[in-house]
T-cell receptor, first 114, second 112 residues
Framework: NAGVTQTPKFRVLKTGQSMTLLCAQDMNHEYMYWYRQDPGMGLRLIHYSVGEGTTAKGEVPDGYNVSRLKKQNFLLGLESAAPSQTSVYFC?????????????FGEGSRLTVL | KQEVTQIPAALSVPEGENLVLNCSFTDSAIYNLQWFRQDPGKGLTSLLLIQSSQREQTSGRLNASLDKSSGRSTLYIAASQPGDSATYLCAVTQGGSEKLVFGKGMKLTVNP
């Protein structure tokens, strides 16, 4: 029972390089989220999706793009990485229901931009 | 803008104590409140979810309460154990939004 899986778990980039983080969930959840976690800043929402083919901006979207072509996958892209994007990135998902449901997180992807 | 606060930022206690962790939020128009646990280098694990119409939820040694009118939630941990050492975060789902707003967490250390 995989839940929410993030790849890669670790990555080192040089300034200006691009990369994509993949989040996959096997729980048939409608909602998916990308957060970043930084010391002293807590968790901040980058982008989110309320269903296949939809995306929306969160609190700190600049410098990131996302896509949700398939319901189970949510991709986070960095087109031109900057040192300020050094962080731990978490993907999360939850189902849509009468009650807003429990949030499930992946293990995180640690990104360092030199 | 919703703000979620957890005070203190860190707590160290001897094993066996009953603990109360606090979470406060500024806007009472929430759908629900969720408590999470995060171990070092790991993702967040959901502990308890309280819907806005509920007063409390229990799971094992954990009990979470919600008082929307005062903008407060508490997480009660009974008979704390060293394995309870982790960072605990609370988050609220804002009314009319799909987004969660997180507190910065409280780092708990339970000493044997």
């Amino acid at each position: 029972n995989a839940g929410v899986t993030q790849t890669p778990k670790f990555r080192v980039l040089k300034t200006g390089q691009s990369m994509t983080l993949l989040c996959a969930q096997d729980m048939n959840h409608e909602y998916m989220y990308w957060y970043r976690q930084d010391p002293g800043m807590g968790l901040r929402l980058i982008h989110y999706s309320v269903g296949e083919g939809t995306t929306a901006k969160g609190e700190v979207p600049d410098g990131y793009n996302v896509s949700r072509l398939k319901k189970q996958n949510f991709l986070l892209g960095l087109e031109s990485a900057a040192p300020s994007q050094t962080s731990v990135y978490f993907c999360a998902s939850r189902r849509l229901a009468g009650w807003v449901g429990e949030l499930f997180f992946g293990e995180g992807s640690r990104l360092t931009v030199l | 803008k919703q703000e979620v606060t957890q005070i203190p930022a860190a707590l160290s206690v001897p094993e066996g104590e009953n603990l109360v962790l606090n979470c406060s939020f500024t806007d009472s128009a929430i759908y629900n409140l969720q408590w999470f646990r995060q171990d070092p280098g790991k993702g967040l694990t959901s502990l308890l979810l309280i819907q806005s119409s509920q007063r409390e939820q229990t799971s094992g040694r954990l009990n979470a309460s919600l008082d929307k009118s005062s903008g407060r939630s508490t997480l009660y941990i009974a008979a704390s154990q060293p394995g309870d050492s982790a960072t605990y975060l609370c988050a609220v789902t804002q009314g009319g939004s799909e987004k969660l707003v997180f507190g910065k967490g409280m780092k708990l250390t339970v000493n044997p």
